[in-house]
């Protein structure tokens, strides 16, 4: 159905309480999953970001690339092995990881944006010392958590007008780059920028009280009650850390804190300028 011009006017006029909330504040994006893979997905995300952008939304996107990973490292006959749902990395894969995640992923979606209007810039958490990692265990090799978070290169680039775009790499004082979780480098960003939102994007509609049934869709979570959840056995599997992360970013200072379907098509505007949203909130 094809809107009238009336019919746009008044969009844009239910639009304005959420434009007006979210003018001038902080919105993190952790972007992944099926919404990356997808081409045309992939434009629309990048539009959305975009828009926001020009509204007066301080958008900060994070991503992982673990296809990409896997993919480029199938190419080399570099076998992909996982530990609860973590890459092992040797000092080679490592090597692959970086110039997969700060190189082409990275670049790639920075160019998206400059191609929908808006103005970005490349980022990883190597650059500035954004974020100090140390190694998770040996036994994974070169994957980090997050020690700390230095948050000015963010901050500088969003006061310049730029949408930072954030790869997923973490350092030490060695020297040494760690691949980290994209969920826990999102939300720990997120905490030290006290963001107004954490949005994480993923493959399903957000906390499901059946997990085999999409309509049972779980609209708010209290962070006190999402460990709850999970000894319950309602939140399983790989939703369990990203939930962890959520819970974290609140502790952490974010005001509220989504998880989304990122295969809807304008799911972060639906979410961001609506009252209706159509993932899983947490306060």
Excluded: W
């Amino acid at each position: 159905m094809k809107l009238t011009n009336e019919g746009k006017a008044e969009i844009l006029v239910q639009a304005l309480p959420y434009i007006q909330k979210y003018y001038d504040q902080i919105v993190v994006v952790k972007y992944g999953g099926n919404a990356m893979i997808d081409e045309d997905l992939k434009k629309t995300v990048m539009r959305d970001l975009v828009l926001l952008a020009q509204i007066g939304v301080k958008v900060v996107l994070v991503h992982g690339g673990g296809p990409e990973i896997t993919e480029t490292l199938a190419k080399m006959n570099i076998e992909s092995k996982f530990v609860d749902g973590l890459r092992v990395t040797d000092r080679e894969q490592i090597d692959v990881v970086q110039m997969v995640l700060a190189g082409k992923v990275n670049k790639d979606l920075v160019a998206l944006i400059g191609s929908a209007g808006g103005k970005a810039i490349g980022l990883c958490g190597i650059d500035g010392g954004m974020i100090e990692a140390r190694p998770v265990s040996k036994a994974l090799g070169f994957v980090g958590e997050v020690v700390s978070v230095d948050t000015k290169p963010v901050l500088d680039a969003l006061n310049a007008g730029y949408i930072p775009v954030i790869s997923s790499l973490g350092y030490d004082k060695e020297g040494n780059v760690y691949n980290i979780n994209a969920d826990t480098a999102a939300s720990r960003i997120a905490g030290e920028l006290k963001a107004s939102s954490f949005i994480n994007m993923t493959d399903i509609k957000g906390i499901l009280e059946d997990p085999a049934d999409e309509n049972s869709l779980i609209k708010e979570v209290n962070a006190s009650e999402a460990l709850e959840l999970i000894r319950d056995g309602v939140i399983s599997g790989g939703m369990i850390p990203k939930v962890k992360c959520c819970v974290e970013a609140i502790r952490r200072g974010v005001k509220k804190v989504f998880i989304i379907d990122g295969r809807v098509p304008h799911a972060i505007l639906i979410e961001v300028l609506s009252d209706e949203g159509i993932g899983t909130m947490f306060y």
